[in-house]
């Protein structure tokens, strides 16, 4: 038997197997339809407490990726600079410096996203334990990469 013969034999005999009649995705009941929304009650749920404890994780997190986040952007960005004239390496290392300047500066708006339900929570009167600071602002310009 030749490959487009068989392979024509397998098609078939899937196509026959396969059922053709449509399923429609819902909760059986009486007549068929699902329950309202407002009857229906999801597993998740969050607590102020719990809401807290991640802007929190995210307030602290803040100042350290800020400050360690750039560990190495000058000695990068002047090797980068120093490779560049000589070395295809340069070039590369340079894109791979403001990438990484680039993700920094993403995570730490993350963290300031994150922290600001934190600071509703406050705004609003929910009991959560006190933060002695304020949240930082996230960066709107770029840093430098001279030495």
């Given amino acids: 038997m030749s ?8 098609k078939s005999e899937a196509a026959q197997r396969q059922d053709t009649h449509m399923r429609l995705n819902q909760v059986d009941g009486p007549g068929g339809t699902a329950p309202s929304p407002a009857a229906q009650k999801g597993d998740l749920s969050v607590k102020a407490k719990d809401l ?9 997190l803040y100042p350290r990726l800020d400050k360690d986040g750039d560990h190495a952007q000058t000695t990068s960005a002047t090797a980068a600079k120093d490779l560049k004239d000589d070395f295809d390496i340069g070039g590369a290392l340079s894109d791979v410096v403001e990438t990484w ?8 708006a993350a963290c300031a996203h994150i922290s600001t339900p934190r ?4 705004a609003t009167n929910i ?4 933060r002695s600071a304020t949240r930082p602002s996230t960066r ?3 840093r430098s990469t001279e030495p």
């Fill in 3 to 10: 490959f487009e013969n068989e392979w024509a034999q397998i």
């Fill in 119 to 122: 600071r509703h929570m406050q």
């Fill in 127 to 130: 009991t959560s334990p006190p």
């Fill in 52 to 60: 807290a404890a991640i802007g929190d994780a995210a307030f602290k």
């Fill in 101 to 108: 300047r680039t993700q920094v500066n993403s995570l730490l």
């Fill in 140 to 142: 709107t310009s770029a």
